[in-house]
């Protein structure tokens, strides 16, 4: 089916998405690992890294690891554009794709750390600096996390409260924030559940919401 302008338009937002994805992370990943002295095969020592400033590594680690997702947008574009020559093997070739980048962030997120430990060692420096080093570049990403969380729950509200949405109206109180919220409120108050919830609570809250999600959109019939 022909695309009107708009989702068009978007869709090749999402290619762009991707396109700066792949420079963004290429860049992070260059300052990270790039040395004129080589050496980047030897993935059991990594000395390579103590030839990299601890300043290349933090700009890498972030730039990386924060613009990594949006590999997601771009094989989401390249889905669709596959989708005229079969709309299943597309949607494996993005579920694929994104698994694999998912794991790729993954992966990515811990050369800093691994980095850091190379240039400890070498220095002969105490472990509690370095404990105090991976905090400083490990937390920042739960805020990003948790502000997407605010973000997608202001939409999700918005768009059920519609009365559009394939949804009913009372699954807007299931969103995202308020259930973290909630688990939060749980474990702060010292009750018991809270205790087991709380450092579980982005994927408890999920479980809920794509639970409750499933639940009410049961009867659906298919799009032909």
């Known amino acids: 089916m022909p695309l009107n302008p708009l989702e068009r338009n978007w869709l090749r937002l999402a290619g762009w998405a991707g396109l700066l994805g792949a420079l963004l992370v290429g ?3 260059f300052s990270m690992q790039f040395t004129p002295n080589g050496g980047i095969e030897n993935m059991t020592a990594y000395l390579f890294f103590n030839d990299i400033s601890a300043a290349r ?3 890498g680690h972030f730039i990386a690891v924060l613009s990594a997702p949006l590999y997601l947008l771009g094989y989401y574009f390249l889905s669709k554009q596959l989708e005229p020559a079969g ?5 494996l070739f993005f579920l694929i794709g994104a698994y694999a980048f998912v794991i790729g962030t993954a992966w990515i997120g811990q050369r800093f750390f691994i980095a850091s430990t190379v240039h400890e060692v070498a220095n002969g420096k105490p472990l509690t600096g370095l404990l105090t080093l991976f905090s400083e570049h490990n937390e920042p990403f739960v805020n990003v996390l948790r502000l997407a969380m605010l973000l997608v729950s202001g939409l999700w509200t918005k768009l059920i409260l519609t009365g559009r949405s394939h949804f009913p109206k009372w699954m807007a109180l299931f969103s995202p924030i308020l259930l973290l919220a909630v688990m939060f409120g749980l474990y702060f108050f010292k009750t018991k559940i809270g205790l087991y919830v709380f450092p579980v609570a982005m994927n408890a809250t999920h479980f809920i919401v794509f639970g409750l999600a499933l639940l009410t959109t049961r009867t659906l019939k298919a799009a032909p």
């Open 27 to 29: 860049v992070g990943e």
């Open 57 to 59: 590594l933090s700009f």
């Open 87 to 91: 709309r299943l093997q597309s949607k």
